[in-house]
T-cell receptor, first 112, second 114 residues
Framework: NAGVTQTPKFRVLKTGQSMTLLCAQDMNHEYMYWYRQDPGMGLRLIHYSVGEGTTAKGEVPDGYNVSRLKKQNFLLGLESAAPSQTSVYFC???????????FGDGTRLSIL | AQSVTQLGSHVSVSEGALVLLRCNYSSSVPPYLFWYVQYPNQGLQLLLKYTTGATLVKGINGFEAEFKKSETSFHLTKPSAHMSDAAEYFCAVSDGTGGFKTIFGAGTRLFVKA
């Protein structure tokens, strides 16, 4: 079972560059989430989606955009990368809020 | 609004000792509660969950947690620590009122000494 797959696993960008992180899940989950994890700050929600074609802002959405054109995919975009966006990014999915979230292994992103 | 507080960013125990990781939550309605574990360079994995029913919940790897409504707590315990338990642990709460979101605590890193 693949579960939640994130690509790429590692990336180094220069300030001002753009990139897209891809999340794919094969569990037919409605809800998908993007988090960032920084030391001592736990997980912070960037954006989330409650179904195909829908997106909503989380706790720290500035500087990021998302799209959910297909139910199984949730894309996170950085239009103009900044050093403050250096972090580990996790994607997660679930079928319902009373069910646990399934996480990918993360994307480690460094902005120089 | 939902919130989660994990007491202690770091906990150190000796191998074979009791593990106790504390979690307190706030929620305006009956919550759904979760504990996740994160090993280095991996994503979070579910340890156990409480939704309804029995307040003592058993999870994987010998962990268990008790939902105490009067104390708004969901502490994680394991009778005897093993070296392989060294990891970061996250408590999380959702109750459906946060727009389908789950709120995670800041995490507690568990160290196990030989």
């Amino acid at each position: 079972n693949a579960g939640v797959t994130q690509t790429p696993k590692f990336r180094v960008l220069k300030t001002g560059q753009s990139m897209t992180l891809l999340c794919a899940q094969d569990m037919n989950h409605e809800y998908m989430y993007w988090y960032r994890q920084d030391p001592g700050m736990g997980l912070r929600l960037i954006h989330y989606s409650v179904g195909e074609g829908t997106t909503a802002k989380g706790e720290v959405p500035d500087g990021y955009n998302v799209s959910r054109l297909k139910k199984q995919n949730f894309l996170l975009g950085l239009e103009s990368a900044a050093p403050s966006q250096t972090s580990v990014y996790f994607c997660a999915s679930t079928s319902s809020v009373n069910q646990p979230q399934h996480f990918g292994d993360g994307t480690r992103l460094s902005i120089l | 609004a939902q919130s989660v507080t994990q007491l202690g960013s770091h906990v150190s125990v000796s191998e074979g000792a009791l593990v106790l990781l504390r979690c307190n939550y706030s929620s305006s309605v009956p919550p759904y509660l979760f504990w996740y574990v994160q090993y280095p360079n991996q994503g979070l994995q579910l340890l156990l969950k409480y939704t309804t029913g029995a307040t003592l919940v058993k999870g994987i790897n010998g962990f268990e947690a008790e939902f105490k409504k009067s104390e708004t707590s969901f502490h994680l315990t394991k009778p005897s620590a093993h070296m392989s338990d060294a990891a970061e642990y996250f408590c999380a709460v959702s109750d459906g009122t946060g727009g389908f979101k789950t709120i995670f605590g800041a995490g507690t890193r568990l160290f196990v000494k030989a």
